[in-house]
């Protein structure tokens, strides 16, 4: 069974500071891993998808990488703005057509303090 | 309006009360979902409609009971709720279920059942 676990579930960082988001897997048969973002009381919105046959995304400040076979993906988020603030998801789809068997992680909240 | 769009925003009922949430899409997507996103746990699949047909039910007790009377438009029809079934709740939408098609997600309806 997929399980999908984020660390650390919470972090509080300074004003331009560089940081990187993690996400487990630990089945490394996925088909897509997507991040998203979420705002308090909000929605999500998507803000990178990986194929598994790729190994980054990039996104103006916002760089993902996966690695499937240590079923390991990283959000880095360059020059952190308070702005950045939210929770952030990430979500592993197993196969093409299984879009029922989206399992998503817990998320890391970020704060970003100016 | 663009995207996805959810009404209420906030919903406060009591248990014997019944209440609809609304999710229209304006991205002409043939895909539609219901999530449902309690305190400190993960998005939780409950419904999934293509092209006006059910395709998913999660095991969701049948207090819930959705509607999709056309691609743009989905309904949660609400009744005898339970406080636990307070969370937020989200529609989301993709071009089709195919692992390529990303989600784009509303802005939630808040429930609070008191």
């Known amino acids: 069974k997929q399980e999908v676990t984020q660390i650390p579930a919470a972090l509080s960082v300074p004003e331009g500071e560089n940081l990187v988001l993690n996400c487990s897997f630990t089945?490394?048969?996925?088909?897509?891993l997507q991040w998203f973002r979420q705002d308090p009381g909000k929605g999500l919105t998507s803000l990178l998808l990986i194929q598994s046959s790729q190994r980054e995304q990039t996104s103006g400040r916002l760089n993902a990488s996966l690695d499937k076979s240590s079923g390991r993906s990283t959000l880095y988020i360059a020059a952190s703005q308070p702005g950045d603030s939210a929770t952030y998801l990430c979500a592993v789809r197993p196969d093409e057509t299984s879009y029922d068997k989206v399992i998503f992680g817990p998320g890391t909240s970020l704060s970003v303090i100016p | 309006e663009t995207g996805v769009t959810q009404t209420p925003r906030h919903l406060v009922m009591g248990m014997t009360n019944k209440k609809s949430l609304k999710c229209e899409q304006h991205?002409?997507?043939?895909?539609m979902y219901w999530y449902k996103q309690s305190a400190k746990k993960p998005l939780e699949l409950m419904f999934v409609?293509?092209?006006?047909?059910?395709?998913e039910n999660n095991s969701v007790p049948s207090r819930f009971s959705p509607e999709c009377p056309n691609s743009s438009h989905l309904f949660l029809h609400l009744h005898t709720l339970q406080p636990e079934d307070s969370a937020l709740y989200l529609c989301?939408?993709?071009?089709?279920?195919?692992?390529?098609?990303?989600?784009?997600f509303g802005p939630g309806t808040r429930l609070t059942v008191l």
């Open positions: 409609y293509n092209f006006k047909e059910q395709t």
């Open positions: 991205l002409g997507h043939n895909a």
């Open positions: 989301a939408s993709s071009q089709g279920l195919a692992g390529g098609n990303e989600q784009f």
């Open positions: 089945d490394s048969a996925i088909y897509n």
